[in-house]
């Protein structure tokens, strides 16, 4: 039970980090859109 | 219109979402928030980094003062309110709030109304004003019956750093419950936030900020184009905003939660929606909420009550309309977005009129069964979609420049 | 009386005399309730019961349970 507890949390984990990974590898700062804000 | 674009923020000016100073600040705020044990210390440390966001977004002593005034302001008129509003006609509270709207109009267009606008004489930018006075609506017209109306729980509604520069808009009730309790959902919450904050960021600015040049909005010409291009540029557009819009909700979310305050949605699948209706009903949840609430449903009562039984109908497709135009105008006051607010409110009004003479006539004949085929379902959320981001040329181009794309559309 | 009550303004309004209410509907449940129709539904509870309710109070009924409670608050011997 408890293991499935701590694969779970680990999985999770570890797509976090390949989300991150994404993140910091295509993410364009040059430009920032960003329609709704107010000024 | 679209400061981003410009980078018409300085390296000194904005504390951007996906910048490594943004991050410190985020992870000292949730520490700090889920460790301090005196409630008012906890409470005082938000008001820190609500000040310390807001101080790279002000860039002088003029937006400050405007700020203080609209704080110090709504908070006086809220306890005028409480000390002597027992009696007050609805007139009175309408009134209040109609100059709310008023103040926003005239602060955000300086040329609007000009030898009667002050703000034309003293130009002001102040960062979410747009969400700030909804912020004060809510507070003045609910405010005899919120708890915890303390100047500190009311200063940190107002200006609370997730959602300062657009919103997820927030009900105070909702704020001061978790300002008074910092709640924490039972179970593991923390890695489905940082999920939710990844997953934001993926959006807005890996997928957002990449797409945007095959957007409409960045074609330099688009008559140029091959028809197929041009139809692409248009549908990508939309789909470029939504990302971009959602995926800083995400970030929002996520990190207030995080903080310990479950902000409400702004965002439920509006590539689905079916009619203008759904797409409101899915898209800016919090500002059609809004509107719903402190707009159409005071002025549909009144209406209702007063108008004569046969006028209802009438009536009250008229207060659809102005909701539309009133929610368009509250984007920016231009040319462009007006014809937006008439193009959806047109829809509206269609949409009650289908429902109210030909849907039940269509129910009943041999089309009704069709009604329910998930094809028709498609076709129809696809020319939905198509609807929206035509509509959507006008916040850019304005009026002008959006029919020629359209011209060009159907290769006139 | 009050959910008889309840219940015979919400077949009244949403056209559907079969309708059956309970404290946990919400909108999302009933096909009919839209905008418009929750204003109708407020305008007519208003006047069977004779209160008037608030529009901060309209704001936060979520569901049908809130509603009664709402009545009730405003005609106690109702409950």
């Keep these: ?39 | 219109m679209f400061p981003g674009l410009d980078t018409g923020l300085s390296a000194h000016q904005g504390l951007f979402l996906n910048s490594w100073h943004f991050f410190a600040v985020a992870v000292l705020a949730v520490i700090c928030l889920r460790t301090i044990p005196v409630r008012y210390v906890r409470q005082a440390a938000l008001l820190a980094f609500n000040l310390y966001f807001l101080s790279y977004f002000l860039y002088g002593w003029h937006p400050v003062l405007l700020l203080a005034g609209l704080l110090v302001g709504t908070y006086l008129i809220g306890l005028i309110k409480l000390k002597w509003g027992r009696n007050w006609p609805d007139a009175v509270v309408v009134s209040l709030v109609v100059l709310f709207w008023i103040f926003l109009f005239l602060v955000k267009d300086p040329d609007l109304l000009v030898p009667a606008n002050p703000f034309h004489y003293w130009p002001v930018q102040l960062i979410g004003v747009s969400y700030l006075v909804f912020r004060s609506i809510n507070y003045v017209v609910d405010v005899e019956i919120l708890e915890n109306r303390n100047f500190l729980t009311f200063v940190n509604f107002m200006v609370f750093f997730p959602t300062l520069l657009a919103g997820p808009i927030e009900r105070y009730d909702r704020f001061e419950e978790f300002h008074s309790t910092f709640g924490y959902e039972e179970g593991p919450t923390v890695l489905p936030s940082l999920h939710r904050i990844a997953n934001g960021l993926i959006k807005k600015f890996v997928l957002a900020d990449n797409l945007m040049v095959f957007g409409i909005f960045m074609k330099p010409d688009q008559t140029e184009l091959a028809l197929p291009l041009v139809w692409l540029g248009v549908m990508l557009q939309l789909a470029v905003i939504y990302l971009d819009f959602s995926g800083y909700c995400d970030i929002v979310i996520g990190l207030a939660a995080l903080m310990g305050f479950p902000v409400c949605e702004n965002f439920d699948r509006p590539y689905l929606a079916r009619n203008v209706q759904d797409f409101w009903n899915r898209w800016h949840m919090s500002l059609t909420g809004f509107i719903r609430d402190y707009v159409f449903t005071p002025l549909s009562r009144f209406v209702m009550e007063k108008a004569d039984r046969r006028r209802q109908f009438a009536w009250i497709t008229a207060v659809y309309f102005f909701c539309m135009l009133l929610i368009a105008l509250w984007h920016d006051t231009t040319w462009g977005f007006f014809v937006f607010g008439l193009l959806h409110g047109a829809a509206l009004v269609g949409l009650q009129l289908f429902r109210k003479y030909l849907s039940p006539a269509i129910s009943r004949s041999s089309l009704g069964a069709l009604r329910d085929e998930a094809a028709v379902a498609w076709i129809v959320r696809t020319l939905n979609y198509a609807f929206i981001s035509i509509t959507i040329l006008f916040w850019y181009f304005g009026v002008r420049g959006s029919l020629e794309i359209i011209k060009a559309m159907v290769k006139l | 009386m009050l959910q008889e009550n309840l219940q015979t303004i919400f077949r009244q309004v949403f056209e559907d005399d079969t309708l059956v209410i309970n404290d946990e509907m919400t909108a999302k449940d009933v096909e009919k309730w839209d905008s418009l129709s929750h204003i109708t539904l407020i305008l007519e509870v208003e006047k069977f019961f004779g209160i008037k309710l608030k529009n901060s109070e309209i704001a936060r009924l979520k569901r049908v349970g809130d509603l009664k409670k709402l009545i009730a608050k405003h005609k106690p011997d109702l409950a």
């Design chain 1, 1 to 39: 039970m408890n293991i499935k507890h701590w694969g779970k949390d680990l999985a999770g984990a570890a797509w976090l980090a390949v989300k991150i990974a994404v993140i910091l590898l295509l993410m364009n700062s040059g430009r920032t859109f960003f329609v709704y804000q107010n000024f």
